[in-house]
């Protein structure tokens, strides 16, 4: 039977100081790293462990990855890096503080930025300290100025339709270390959640989430491996 892990990374530096992220480059904090160790923990503990990886080239949902493969015995497994499993870009919040960004926008703006489907925040300027065009991981690709909800799942479906589907196809236990948005876009598909109701979806940091599938690829069931 097909089963599908998602686990967003453990908590970045910059989730500890309250700031949009997006496609920028931030790394875990300690408090980061033992979630990641501990959703490994929890893999290797209720004996689901995943036999492919997939994840984003950002440095949180890497080392998440790796930290929990390690500690579930299962560096090995094959493993593959994709762009379109990034976070949603922020556009011009990256790097902003949400408190302060809500002072000076209001909290009605900044809830609409941050959680309508299809409204995406201010694009990001060229030239800004957080343009990403010289970033060798994004050579050749035509890089975001700003995604909403909407944006980001058109470029996590297809990936997911083409690479990671027939794997799990083929009956592997596929994990999926990626971030709040980009998991979302999953959740969405794989449980049929309305446009409106997706918003109000919230995904924890380092917390297994376990689809069991049919052989049609159809959630049969979804749940915290924690809970288990």
Not at 5 to 31: A, C, P, Y
Not at 58 to 79: D, N, S, Y
Not at 175 to 185: F, K, M, Q, W, Y
């Amino acid at each position: 039977m097909p089963r599908l892990i998602l686990v967003r990374h453990g908590q970045s530096q910059w989730n500890l100081e309250n700031r949009f992220t997006g496609w920028w480059d931030v790394d875990l904090t300690e408090k980061g790293e033992g979630e990641a160790r501990a959703a490994g923990a929890l893999l290797k503990e209720k004996g689901i462990l995943p036999t492919v990886a997939f994840t984003s080239v950002q440095t949180r949902a890497i080392r998440t990855l790796h930290l929990a493969l390690e500690t579930a015995g299962r560096v090995w497994i094959p493993e593959y890096k994709d762009w379109r499993l990034n976070e949603r870009h922020y556009g011009g919040l990256t790097g902003l503080d949400k408190a302060e960004t809500a002072a000076k926008h209001g909290d009605e703006q900044v809830k609409i930025w941050r959680r309508s489907f299809d409204v995406p925040p201010p694009v990001l300027e060229d030239g800004s300290e957080f343009d990403l065009k010289q970033d060798a991981r994004y050579a050749g690709i035509d890089i975001p100025s700003t995604e909403s909800l909407k944006l980001t799942i058109e470029r996590v479906l297809p990936y997911y339709e083409s690479t990671i589907a027939p794997e799990l196809a083929k009956g592997e236990t596929v994990i999926v270390a990626a971030h709040g948005n980009s998991l979302r876009a999953l959740v969405k598909h794989l449980s049929n959640i309305s446009d409106a109701d997706i918003l109000n979806l919230e995904i924890p940091t380092g917390q297994p989430i376990v689809y069991e599938l049919d052989d049609n690829l159809n959630a049969l069931e979804r749940y915290y491996l924690s809970e288990r």
